[in-house]
């Protein structure tokens, strides 16, 4: 039990196979409902899809577990509807500092412009992430959310995949045209299908002690190497919602995990570093090695694989739970127009190639920063510990010192479903990059772009004035939207105007969109479903457009 948090029993209810006999046939299955498995249901029961999500237990994750959610994953989360429930319970934060001894030597800001909807990170214990989805998941008529259903054998097949379920009130089958599996780092059904996953496990343990307790400490990340409270060791420390502080200790490879979860040996710890004044309350302790590693591909047939369940990290620079809700996204826009018969099958290959892409770069920088917390030689101390020292007063240190690069979006320059530049454009929105947010006016409103951006495929077309939009070109944008896969085509102005009638007007006021995409008019940006650029010109033509449409979407021939 948690002084903060008392958890919810979620009701078991009889699943209409058991009463039936019946085995059951769904579009999608997904196994697992934490934040993963839940986020992918969602995603696809907006848009229509029928979703059966089964978990075999009863309520969510024991302890705070995950804690910190990046931008980019709370504008995910905003598209699924629980984005504002996330941040206003949240601590948000920017401004990360490491300490060498006692001492800061670096400092970072995740956030350093204004003008952005979302802060580039805010720390949430994960059982009220998991709580939220639950809550919106039931919204929802599309999806079936199955408690204490356990799956106890996955039969793949080529038009779907037939799982065997024990509930209390006995077993049954049904059958998915697809299963999404999302069942954690130890996968149940990964294993049931004899599949590998490879990487390496670091000899290490890291004690997770969360603390009540009331502080004036800033909503910053802190991260210590070689305090003078735990000398030769790290120390992370967060703050949670419910002034609940999250402290991260290093204890070493040859540390007992069940003795140093004991209260006699983690109050210590505490009082060393808070000071024997600072009154706190243990809130939750676990211990904890980790591994990284990732399966060789992350499509199956028609089983596919998110999350932990596909991939593991280290928890240096808060790349998991981030991750897996990048893979939920980059998967569904694809599964949802394969269902709907608007693309092959073979755009998912498409998922597995860009997320196993994702997934080798967040393994490398989780390995560098675990690397560097974790100094296997002496001579790789002594060169971390002069990296720190030199940081204190000289730039090019500083960008050696690797306290956990954070999570970012990774950018999918190779992707196949890209449409190269032909023409010079500046900035970071390159073919593959997840967008930028902006403030925007319509009609006098104002909005952030990425609320209206999304869920559908977009052409964001840069015009000088909208009252001078040419009729000709405004029956070609129109034209646009009876293509078989769904466009909507939106003009972007630094001037408000009247757009053609069926068109839209996005108010480009302060100039951000301008600024973050080195757009001027007549510049386009064709946006896929999940927020990424797939294409860009300086000058619209339908023709190019529906070929980077088909291009995106495995249409082309």
């Known amino acids: 039990m948690l002084s903060t948090y008392r958890y919810p029993k979620y009701e078991y209810v009889a699943p209409p196979e058991v009463s039936s006999g019946e085995p059951g046939r769904y579009p999608v299955v997904v196994v697992g409902a934490g934040p993963v498995g839940l986020a992918a249901a969602i995603e696809l029961a907006q848009s ?97 959310l199955r408690f204490r259903n356990k799956v106890v054998s996955v039969s793949p097949a080529g038009n779907g995949a037939t799982l065997q379920v024990e509930t209390p009130d006995g077993a049954y089958t049904l059958t998915a045209d697809w299963l999404i599996v999302a069942d954690g780092a130890r996968s149940a059904v990964r294993g049931m299908m004899n599949l590998d996953i490879e990487g390496r496990v670091f000899l290490d343990r890291f004690l997770i002690a969360d603390v009540v307790m009331k502080a004036d400490f800033p909503a910053e990340r802190w991260f210590w190497f070689d305090p003078p409270f735990h000398p030769g060791q790290s120390v992370l420390l967060h703050r949670q919602a419910d002034n609940v502080y999250r402290i991260d200790f290093q204890l070493g490879w040859q540390a007992d995990p069940e003795e140093e979860k004991k209260p006699e040996k983690v109050i210590p710890r505490i009082r060393a570093m808070l000071g024997a004044d600072r009154e706190f309350e243990l809130e939750w302790v676990s211990v904890y090695t980790f591994q990284c590693r990732r399966m060789q591909k992350f499509r199956h047939g028609r089983v596919l694989f998110v999350g932990d369940a596909a991939h593991q990290v280290s928890p240096f620079g808060a790349r998991g739970a981030n991750s897996g809700i990048q893979d939920s996204d980059n998967l569904c826009w694809k599964l949802r127009l394969v269902l709907d018969g608007k693309a092959p099958d073979s755009l998912l290959d498409s998922y597995s190639e860009e997320r196993v892409f994702a997934a080798d770069e967040n393994i490398m920088n989780s390995t560098r920063s675990t690397d560097f917390i974790t100094p296997k030689s002496r001579t790789s101390l002594n060169f971390r510990n002069a990296v720190l020292t030199l940081a204190r007063d000289h730039a090019f240190a500083r960008a050696l010192v690797n306290s956990g690069r954070l999570s970012v979006p990774s950018i999918l320059t190779e992707s196949r479903l890209n449409t190269p530049d032909d023409d010079a454009f500046a900035g970071d929105m390159v ?96 946006i896929r479903p999940d927020q990424h650029v797939t294409a860009r010109w300086r000058a619209f033509d339908a023709g190019r457009v529906k070929a980077a449409l088909a291009r995106a979407t495995c249409n082309s021939h």
Not at 74 to 95: H, M, P, T, Y
């Open 48 to 144: 229509g899809v029928p979703v059966v999500v089964l978990d075999d237990d009863d309520t969510v994750s024991v302890g705070s577990r995950g804690v910190c959610y990046a931008k980019r994953a709370l504008e995910i989360l905003d598209r699924i509807g629980v984005g504002d429930a996330c941040v206003a319970k949240g601590v948000s934060w920017n401004v990360g500092r490491t300490f060498f001894r006692e001492e800061e030597v670096y400092n970072f800001n995740l956030l350093p412009q204004p003008d952005h909807k979302r802060p580039g990170m805010i720390n949430l214990q994960q059982y009220y992430l998991e709580e939220f989805l639950v809550r919106r998941a039931r919204e929802l008529p599309d999806l079936d």
């Open 431 to 526: 073919p593959g990059a997840a967008m930028d947010d902006a403030p925007m006016h319509e009609d006098g409103a104002e909005f952030w772009l990425l609320d209206r951006v999304g869920n559908r495929f977009m052409a964001l077309v840069h015009v000088e004035d909208p009252d001078a939009v040419d009729a000709n070109l405004a029956r070609e944008f129109k034209s646009l939207a009876g293509e078989p896969i769904p466009l909507e085509v939106v003009l972007v102005s630094a001037k408000p105007g009247r757009a053609p009638e069926g068109l839209h007007v996005f108010e480009d006021g302060r100039g951000r969109f301008a600024e973050r995409y080195d757009s001027t008019p007549g510049t386009v940006y064709l």
